[in-house]
């Protein structure tokens, strides 16, 4: 088992260094030795970060990626594969990778609709690594004229249907409490400065903006190192922390 512990932190840390020198990678924030993470180390993260254990959700590493993947699907089947060298294609395609992203914010509507959204990478890196992407903020609801932000293909309940809280309870939009308009912040210990920023600067933008919001905060740790792993890998994850968490109710 330490083995696979030392491959999949391996695993990690090569996604982690890909595409960028690692001086750069520590400017911006992110966790050079990234790891799986227990409920129990995101319940203690979201309360270093002050988030209400109320609107603390997990998203679920398996679920929230099949589902992007059959939401793709579909729309790369209706724009016919034999047109990949579309401007169709490639627009559904920087989509796809914006919706891929670790650490976003996401407004909706009281019908759960997107009306905006916010990704990591169109962010001033590493200083002072602005949010206000072309003052995206500075009106509400917010706005960016970025073209692969203005096309939204899942609302507020795709999100809600591949995450949970805290004590495993499955989330459902109908008994979240009544709003205009629904934030959402997925955030994790992995792009550690950009989610502080993003969460800092989605509170300040609440707190002037008067509207009646709730805002959620979806930690995506596992999600996003999940797609690393293969098969046996994510049945081994899954059987070491199912022993973890065994172990820990053991001794209570």
Not at 91 to 111: C, E, G, I, T, Y
Not at 138 to 158: C, M, R
Not at 204 to 209: C, L
């Amino acid at each position: 088992m330490n083995k696979f512990l030392k491959t999949l932190s391996l695993i990690s840390l090569i996604l982690v260094l890909t595409g960028c020198g690692v001086i750069y990678r520590v400017l911006l924030g992110v966790d050079t030795t990234p790891g799986w993470k227990s409920d129990k180390q995101i319940s203690k993260s979201a309360k270093q970060y002050k988030i209400p254990t109320e609107y603390s959700l997990i998203m679920d590493t398996a679920s929230f990626h099949s589902g992007l993947k059959e939401i793709y699907k579909d729309i790369f089947e209706e724009l016919n594969i034999s047109e990949q060298d579309s401007s169709e294609y490639f627009k559904a395609k920087n989509v796809k990778k914006d919706d891929s992203q670790p650490v976003q914010f996401r407004l909706f509507d009281n019908q759960g609709r997107e009306i905006f959204k916010m990704v990591n990478c169109y962010v001033d890196p590493p200083i002072p690594m602005s949010w206000n992407v072309n003052g995206c903020f500075d009106t509400f609801p917010a706005q960016t004229d970025i073209e692969s932000l203005n096309t939204h293909y899942f609302d507020l309940d795709f999100l809600l249907e591949n995450s949970r809280y805290l004590d495993k309870k499955k989330v459902i939009r109908s008994e979240l409490p009544q709003a205009d308009y629904y934030g959402v912040i997925l955030w994790n210990d992995f792009f550690i400065r950009p989610s502080k920023k993003l969460i800092k600067t989605v509170r300040k933008y609440i707190d002037k903006s008067d509207e009646d919001i709730v805002l959620l905060y979806i930690d995506n740790q596992n999600a996003f190192i999940w797609p690393l792993l293969d098969a046996e890998n994510k049945e081994k994850v899954k059987a070491y922390y199912d022993k973890v968490e065994e172990r820990k109710k053991s001794k209570e």
